[in-house]
């Protein structure tokens, strides 16, 4: 996944993956322990891709292709995003089956932009979407919560489970901003209607707004919804050191915001979460964030909520009376 380089000058570069193995190799985390990816299966990446664009994308193995562009193959990148599909999976398999109590998925490229026919946002295959559709139908789970904090709103995440109850997808971001999606009215269709929340947000938001969001509104819609697994599409370029966004989260912040995640898992399905990867574009505010959560994954007490901001405080509570008419938060 290291051998994915979208070319010079693009922020979701090589490093991003090698300077976090580093420092996590350099100095270990008690009770982590690392496993390589497996690459995807076609067949994994058909019960969330149409079949013609999946065939798109494979067709670009060793090559140099632009799908947009900010979207760009070198010759590894179908294998890395094959890997990056896979090791979610994987990590997914690990907690279920009991092999970890809980699981970070490195991977690159990211997913959560991918749409069912499309490649966008960096991303190819839609990471997340494609582990939970895994544990659905191979795993026989009925309800996952997938969290999106990412900075940017996960279209193509929402979009996969849009109209299904199956999944609750929250999504945690900056609006209005890439990718135009994310609308506080974007509720789900169909059979799944109220199970697509979204939290758009305003810029300049910090460790204390973002503490009370996941507070009032993740935390008692968790619980309501009672997951057999959480899933987590981790971006970390609402970091106040990012280069592509403009909040203001804190490394400790991130933690702050892992402790309630895993808080729900704990209360609703033996403590089975796993994070996957997605952005997140200055190295430092990427490394110290993972290794943050990690941290807090692992038993580290995490630190107190901060207070929000009179900006953030409105926001929050726009969203939860918002979505309180059907969740009751």
Not at 108 to 114: D, E, F, V, Y
Not at 164 to 180: D, K
Not at 286 to 315: C, F
Not at 318 to 324: A, D, G, L, Q, T
């Amino acid at each position: 996944m290291v051998d994915h380089d979208p070319g010079e000058g693009h922020p979701e570069r090589p490093d991003r993956l090698r300077v976090v193995l580093d420092s996590l190799r350099e100095a270990p985390i008690t009770s982590v322990r690392e496993r390589a990816a497996v690459a995807a299966e076609v067949e994994s990446l058909r019960a969330v891709h149409q079949p013609a664009y999946i065939d798109s994308v494979l067709a670009q193995r060793g090559r140099v292709a632009h799908f947009d562009p900010d979207t760009v193959t070198s010759p590894r990148s179908v294998d890395a995003a094959l890997l990056a599909a896979g090791g979610a999976i994987a990590a997914v398999d690990a907690v279920l089956a009991g092999k970890a109590s809980a699981a970070f998925a490195l991977g690159r490229p990211p997913g959560h932009h991918a749409e069912r026919d499309r490649a966008m946002g960096f991303c190819f295959f839609n990471n997340v979407a494609i582990a939970a559709r895994h544990a659905l139908t191979q795993r026989g789970l009925e309800r996952i919560l997938i969290v999106d904090w990412d900075v940017h709103h996960g279209n193509g995440t929402q979009q996969a489970f849009y109209d299904s109850p199956q999944v609750l997808v929250f999504n945690a971001h900056r609006y209005p901003f890439y990718p135009g999606t994310g609308a506080l009215a974007e509720v789900g269709a169909e059979a799944g209607l109220g199970f697509t929340v979204n939290a758009p947000l305003p810029p300049e938001l910090a460790d204390g707004d973002y503490a009370a969001l996941f507070d009032r509104v993740l935390g008692p819609l968790g619980a309501r919804y009672d997951p057999e697994l959480v899933l987590v599409s981790a971006g970390f370029d609402a970091h106040r050191r990012d280069p592509l966004a403009d909040m203001n989260v804190s490394t400790e912040g991130f933690a702050y915001l892992a402790a309630i995640v895993c808080a729900i898992a704990a209360e609703c399905c033996g403590g089975k979460v796993v994070f996957v990867l997605e952005g997140g574009y200055d190295l430092i505010g990427l490394t110290t964030s993972i290794r943050a959560v990690l941290e807090v994954a692992t038993g580290r007490t995490p630190p107190s909520a901060r207070v929000p901001s009179h900006v953030g405080d409105r926001a929050v509570e726009e969203i939860r009376r918002f979505h309180s008419h059907a969740w009751k938060l």
